[in-house]
């Protein structure tokens, strides 16, 4: 069982490595123009999603998550994948929590 889950973390940092490599030659050949698009859209992204968010968590659960982000975040700056998937993880049961009430 330790080796099973050993081995998913492995493919789970492959395809991170794999998706940062791509967006990594993806962002090469982009125009400022795109970049800016992009941008552009990921902040509007961002706001919807904080937005329904705060609308639906409770205060301190709402709370915790902008917590696990700014982990998440710190921990994906530094590459220490083993920090990123424990938050990771913990981010998704929190969010999990909300979609079990929506049905």
Same mark, same amino acid.
């Given at each position: !069982?330790? #080796? =099973? +889950? =050993? #081995?998913?973390? *492995?493919?789970? !940092?492959?395809?991170?490595? *794999?998706?940062? =490599?791509?967006?990594?030659?993806? #962002?090469?050949?982009n125009s400022p123009e795109s970049s800016a698009? *992009?941008?552009q859209k990921s902040n509007n992204a961002a706001r919807v999603f904080f937005s329904a968010a705060q609308s639906t968590m409770s205060t301190s659960d709402f709370a915790k998550l902008r917590t696990l982000l700014v +982990?998440? +975040?710190q921990s994906g700056d530094v590459r220490d994948?083993?920090?990123?998937?424990?938050?990771?993880?913990q981010l998704i049961e929190l969010l999990l929590q909300y979609d079990a009430k929506k049905k």
């Open positions: !069982n330790g #080796s =099973n +889950k =050993n #081995s998913s973390i *492995t493919s789970i !940092n492959d395809s991170q490595s *794999t998706s940062r =490599n791509s967006s990594s030659v993806a #962002s090469a050949h698009t *992009t941008t +982990k998440m +975040k994948s083993r920090c990123y998937l424990q938050i990771a993880k």
